[in-house]
């Protein structure tokens, strides 16, 4: 009895390892395998009958009344207001009108139209299918090569996983129980760094292949009249949510939550403006939020009932002391923890990764030592934008990177998965080449959240 009771953790973790890969719904998995470990743990004496009666307060307590998880509906809200009012729309056509003449210039305007909008929304699959359907037949019909076009519009969408206010950061910092609003000015310049390498890259491949980026013919002078106020106008609007969101988060007028509630506001007004937010188009905006949210959440209560019974079972424990006997030093624990996440981004979403793998890494990052290079109390908050550019390779990798998903279905036949795989590579490649840089100079992470917030 005492030696299953003292293997309990380790084979509820390799439960659940073997439940990931099963294909069943990772929320059912989660909560059966909570269900059956809870039941062992309670017939061995590892579980009282209180702490079962415990858990629904938890799950309550620690989701549905936490009010930094707020803001994560109010962003997704917002994000698809943007969406659906076509405010998006109106910036790409402008930004391809401006940089047509430059190398690249297609390319180029979906890579900035996804940094805006990751910066506006941080929406992953919203900001794909949207770049997908405005500029893929574009790029294609101008004879961009259709790995350049995949490429470029999946890793521009998927700049909202970093670039905040990212829904994803939202929830990494409740896991890790993060300053919401250090976490996002920590992450602020790695983003906008990453989105520069894929600038330099676009600008790189149209001069060193032009039959992959053709020049287009520039504007003649009558269709340049206005061009500047065309894009100031469309520009100007997205411009206004990312002030409302993020300067009063950086400027300390408003918390990460507050703040979500002036975007949805602010974009609310813009849809007006337009003349593009009616009831059916608010309906579907609700619609889809509320469809989104469920998913989450869902896949939220089953993690935190996992994760109740694991810490109860001994779970954390076991997770320390096995780190320890690896005998790996902290940099091999550093770099043990992010090929796992990088390794698991093949086959599973940004959403279980962190919700199954941060609860098991937080304790191992409280007892690492990084010296001069990392202080410990930085620790945490460098640890997480690692993590953030790391997870956002899963939305890319195949066989199960979702934006590919995102990507294929709203291109059709406009993109073969070959073409898509092959241009997404050197996107990939970038990434990773983002991950060594801030692990070989944490001051990009670390800079701006001195300067602003301490």
């Known amino acids: 009895m005492d030696a299953l009771i003292e293997l309990l953790p380790a084979v509820m973790f390799l439960a659940l390892v073997i439940g990931l890969f099963s294909n069943l719904p990772v929320p059912v998995v989660l909560c059966g395998i909570t269900l059956i470990f809870?039941?062992?743990?309670?017939?061995?004496?590892?579980m009282r009958l209180v702490q079962i009666t415990l858990m629904p307060n938890r799950i309550f307590g620690g989701i549905i009344e936490n009010p930094v998880l707020v803001a994560a509906p109010m962003f997704l809200f917002m994000g698809i207001i943007m969406e659906k009012t076509r405010i998006a729309e109106d910036l790409l056509i402008a930004l391809q009108r401006a940089m047509r003449a430059v190398p690249g210039g297609?390319?180029?305007?979906?890579?900035?139209?996804?940094?805006?909008?990751?910066?506006?929304?941080?929406?992953?699959?919203?900001?794909?299918?949207?770049?997908?359907?405005?500029a893929v037949p574009t790029m294609i019909e101008r004879g961009y090569s259709p790995q350049l076009a995949a490429g470029t519009v999946a890793s521009a969408g998927t700049l909202g996983i970093l670039i905040p206010p990212s829904v994803m950061l939202v929830f990494m910092g409740d896991l890790l129980t993060l300053n919401l609003a250090k976490l996002f000015t920590a992450a602020f310049i790695p983003g906008l760094v990453l989105a520069g390498f894929y600038l330099v890259y676009v600008v790189a491949k149209a001069t060193i292949d032009p039959a992959a980026a053709p020049k287009v013919p520039p504007l003649s002078a009558s269709?340049?009249?206005?061009?500047?106020?065309?894009?100031?106008?469309?520009?100007?609007?997205?411009?206004?949510?990312?002030?409302?969101?993020?300067?009063?988060?950086?400027?300390?007028?408003?918390?990460?939550?507050?703040?979500?509630g002036v975007g949805v506001f602010a974009a609310l007004l813009l849809g007006l403006f337009r003349r593009r937010l009616s009831f059916r188009v608010l309906g579907e905006v609700m619609d889809g939020s509320v469809r989104t949210l469920a998913m989450l959440f869902f896949?939220?209560?089953?993690?935190?009932?996992?994760?109740?019974?694991?810490?109860?079972?001994?779970?954390?424990?076991?997770?320390?002391?096995?780190?320890?006997?690896?005998?790996?030093?902290?940099w091999g624990l550093l770099a043990m923890m992010l090929i796992m996440v990088f390794i698991m981004g093949f086959f599973f979403d940004w959403i279980e990764i962190t919700l199954i793998l941060l609860p098991i890494f937080a304790p191992i990052i409280q007892l690492m030592d990084l010296g001069e290079h990392v202080l410990r109390a930085d620790l945490?908050?460098?640890?997480?934008?690692?993590?953030a550019v790391n997870l956002q390779t899963s939305f890319l990798t195949p066989p199960f990177g979702f934006a590919l998903f995102y990507l294929k279905g709203a291109a059709g036949d406009q993109l073969a998965m070959r073409d898509?795989?092959?241009?997404?590579?050197?996107?990939?490649?970038l990434q990773l080449g983002m991950l060594g840089l801030l692990i070989w100079q944490p001051q990009l992470v670390l800079w701006l959240p001195e300067r602003l917030l301490d």
Do not use: C, K
């Not at 809870?38 to 590892?46: F, I, Q, R, T, W």
């Not at 894009?231 to 206004?240: N, V």
């Not at 898509?420 to 050197?426: A, D, H, L, Q």
């Open 38 to 46: 809870g039941s062992v743990a309670l017939l061995v004496g590892e």
């Open 106 to 134: 297609l390319a180029l305007a979906v890579v900035v139209l996804g940094t805006i909008l990751a910066a506006a929304t941080g929406i992953v699959g919203a900001s794909i299918v949207m770049l997908t359907v405005l």
């Open 223 to 260: 269709e340049r009249t206005g061009i500047w106020r065309e894009l100031i106008i469309a520009l100007s609007l997205p411009f206004l949510i990312i002030v409302a969101v993020l300067g009063s988060i950086l400027g300390g007028i408003a918390t990460p939550t507050e703040a979500s």
């Open 299 to 330: 896949i939220f209560v089953g993690a935190t009932a996992f994760s109740y019974v694991f810490r109860i079972v001994g779970g954390e424990h076991f997770i320390v002391e096995t780190a320890q006997s690896l005998n790996l030093g902290d």
């Open 380 to 387: 945490i908050y460098w640890f997480a934008v690692l993590l």
């Open 420 to 429: 898509i795989y092959r241009g997404i590579t050197p996107f990939v490649l």
